[in-house]
């Protein structure tokens, strides 16, 4: 079992810059592809970005703006976004998955992922 807690989720001005952390407790963060999440009122969740052992994968939207890091002594994982967009305003999730042996773009599915976190709201103003 893993427990996941984001954090660092706030209001920022278009254009701003906001670091999300993804404490992770139960397993190594290690072990597992982490991958980050959001979700806008009405909408599914939408892939954002996801580390797994030795890639790293962003969807199209965010690729240039967002980063994805790892902090194993931590066991924590980072999202850190600048250049936000009103548009990139959301609830954000990270998520655990135990798939390997498989292509990054897999995970870029919510099925992929066997733990969840509760979500931290970014809202961007313009």
């Known amino acids: 079992q893993v427990q996941l807690v984001e954090s660092g989720g706030g209001l920022v001005q278009a254009g701003g810059s906001l670091t999300l952390s993804c404490a992770a407790s139960?397993?190594?963060?290690?072990?597992?592809?982490v991958g980050w999440f959001r979700r806008t009122p009405g909408k599914e969740r939408e892939f954002v970005a996801v580390?797994?052992?030795?890639?790293?994968y962003y969807a199209d939207s965010v690729k240039g703006r967002f980063t994805i890091s790892r902090d194993n002594a931590k066991n924590t994982v980072y999202l850190q976004m600048s250049s936000l967009k009103p548009e990139d305003t959301a609830v954000y999730y990270c998520?655990?998955?135990?798939?390997?042996?498989?292509?990054?773009?897999?995970?870029?599915?919510?099925?992929?992922?066997?733990?969840w976190g509760q979500g931290t709201q970014v809202t961007v103003s313009s």
């Open positions: 139960g397993r190594t963060v290690s072990s597992y592809a």
């Open positions: 580390r797994t052992g030795g890639s790293t």
């Open positions: 998520a655990a998955s135990s798939l390997t042996g498989t292509l990054v773009v897999r995970f870029t599915a919510t099925t992929a992922y066997d733990y």
